[in-house]
């Protein structure tokens, strides 16, 4: 499973690196803590340049590869290797699990809520 930050262009310089510590068998990226700052600290570099360079704020296009690469610097578990593959599937679902839950709050209080009554112009 390929998941890419820039959608529909191929895969990233995250990817490339990524693929380094693919597990043949599984086929999960599998990081330590260690490998996943360095990768941090470059994705987040090369996204935040990216997005610049764009005129876009790096904080309304959150991604999951980097906040994934984040939760495993998080675990401070020196040595122990931790599943990048399924952590970034856990916080896309996340994700789309509360985009959903956002649309149907939305809509319930588009039906709840009256339009306000005309105003008469003066």
Known sequence: MNIYI????????LDERLEVFRD?????IILTPEEA????LEALLGYYRRLASEGVSPHNRPSSKIEALAQIVEMRLSGDKF????????IS???AQQSQERREMEEK???ITPAPPP???I
Do not use: M, N, W
Request: proline share 6%; charged share 45%.
């Open 6 to 13: 820039e959608r529909d262009q191929g895969p990233s310089k």
């Open 24 to 28: 043949p068998e599984t086929e999960h």
């Open 37 to 40: 700052r360095e990768l941090l």
């Open 83 to 90: 599943d990048y593959t399924e952590t970034v599937e856990t």
């Open 93 to 95: 679902k996340r994700r």
């Open 109 to 111: 209080l588009h039906i």
């Open 119 to 121: 105003q008469a112009e």
